[in-house]
C-alpha cells in the first residue's frame, strides 16, 4: 500500500525579471509570507498554514500557469495508480515524475514534503 495528497501548489512564471516581486505578490495575494529562494534563483517558498499545502513560485521557460504537486511515499506506484485513470506520464525530472492528466493539465509526483504526510494522505491499495 502506498499513500498520496495534494501536497504543493506550483505557480510557474515565464521568465520574471523579478522572482521576489512575483513571490512578493502571490504572498500579498494568499495572505503568506515569503519564504525563502533558492540559490539557483528558480524558486521562491511561501510561508502559509502549516496544514495547507506547500506554496511555490518557480521560474520557468513555458508560459506562466499554477500546477499542483501530488506528494506521495511511492512515486512509482501512485504513476501508475494515475495512468489506470487516464493520466500519462510525460518525463522524470530530479527525482519526480511529471504526468498529465486526460484534461491536458500538467502535474507532478513528489516525495512527501509536510511532516503530517503520514499520518493525514489516503492509502491506496
Request: charged share 30%.
Amino acid at each position: 500500500m502506498h499513500k498520496s495528497r495534494l501536497g504543493c501548489l506550483i505557480i510557474d512564471c515565464h521568465e520574471p525579471d523579478d522572482m521576489m516581486a512575483a513571490a512578493r505578490f502571490w504572498a500579498g495575494t494568499l495572505g503568506y509570507e515569503v519564504d525563502e529562494q533558492d540559490d539557483e534563483g528558480k524558486y521562491v517558498s511561501l510561508k502559509g498554514p502549516a496544514n495547507e499545502p506547500y506554496v511555490a513560485i518557480q521560474r520557468v521557460d513555458h508560459e506562466s500557469r499554477i500546477h499542483i504537486d501530488i506528494e506521495t511515499d511511492d512515486k512509482e506506484a501512485e504513476a501508475a495508480r494515475l495512468e489506470k485513470l487516464g493520466a500519462k506520464r510525460i518525463a522524470a525530472i530530479k527525482g519526480w515524475i511529471v504526468m498529465q492528466a486526460p484534461s491536458g493539465h500538467r502535474f507532478c509526483l513528489v516525495g512527501p514534503n509536510r511532516a503530517d504526510f503520514a499520518e493525514k494522505a489516503k492509502g491506496w491499495g
